[in-house]
């Protein structure tokens, strides 16, 4: 599922989700207790404000996130 994700860019682009948004709601994330990568992609698995672990996929080539 895509979805829309504001994400931190400080040494390199879309080093850390900070907020991402599910239909209408947005959800602003409170910790990233996971980071690891594929060969193609980068995945965080994070808690956000509902209390929800969520696991979120960038793809490094086109800069879309999924869930």
Do not use: C
């Amino acid at each position: 599922m895509r979805i829309e994700v504001h994400a931190y860019s400080g040494y390199k682009a879309n080093e850390h989700p900070q907020r991402f948004r599910l239909g209408e709601r947005w959800f602003e994330v409170e910790e990233v207790s996971d980071r690891w990568y594929g060969p193609d992609h980068v995945y965080f698995k994070v808690r956000a404000t509902d209390g929800n672990h969520y696991v979120l996929r960038l793809e490094q080539a086109t800069a879309q996130w999924s869930l």
